[in-house]
């Protein structure tokens, strides 16, 4: 066969990228939503995908409004020690009042708030623990609307 032969390309296999194997056999599929609600309101949501291998969650976050994309491109790797969050902030407003985060069961949580302040919020039980910020694990949510 000729190097531009159209069987060429099927004879070559696309390696999946690292950011999307998460086993062995891949099958990353659409499983539901989570919406973020403010007074009745969808303010947002958090969509969440699951491989049909090993069950392993993925989830990305979408504000309504928001036409920028995120920094991760792809589905962002999760460890094992850590589960989905979405951290309220109770002295935000609208979109600024909610991000998708990855909390261990135990530890800090450097989290950037809406004035590009870094700060630390300590985690419990995969939970924030603070007097101005709250959370909640988006496993827990699949197919509900959350009022924030």
């Given at each position: 066969?000729s ?6 390309s ?6 999946t990228p ?6 062995e ?6 499983l539901?939503?989570v919406?973020?609600?403010v007074?009745e ?6 969509d ?10 993925f989830?990305e976050?979408?504000?309504l409004?928001?036409?920028s994309?995120?920094d991760i ?6 460890e094992?020690?850590?589960?989905w ?6 002295l935000?407003k609208?979109?600024d ?17 809406a004035?590009e ?5 300590k985690i ?8 101005f ?8 949510h699949?197919?509900k609307?959350?009022?924030?």
């Amino acid at each position: 066969m000729s190097e531009n032969s159209p069987n060429d390309s099927a004879e070559e296999k696309i390696p999946t990228p690292a950011i999307y194997k998460c086993c062995e056999n891949p099958q990353i599929t659409y499983l539901a939503p989570v919406n973020i609600n403010v007074e009745e309101r969808t303010i947002g949501s958090v969509d969440v995908w699951r491989c049909a291998s090993c069950k392993k969650s993925f989830c990305e976050e979408k504000q309504l409004g928001i036409d920028s994309i995120t920094d991760i491109v792809g589905m962002p790797r999760i460890e094992d020690d850590e589960k989905w969050g979405v951290v309220v902030s109770k002295l935000q407003k609208g979109k600024d009042k909610w991000k998708l985060v990855k909390l261990k069961e135990t530890g800090i949580l450097k989290f950037e708030t809406a004035d590009e302040q870094v700060i630390d919020l300590k985690i419990d039980n995969y939970s924030i623990v603070d007097d101005f910020h709250t959370s909640f694990l988006v496993l827990d949510h699949i197919h509900k609307a959350v009022e924030i």
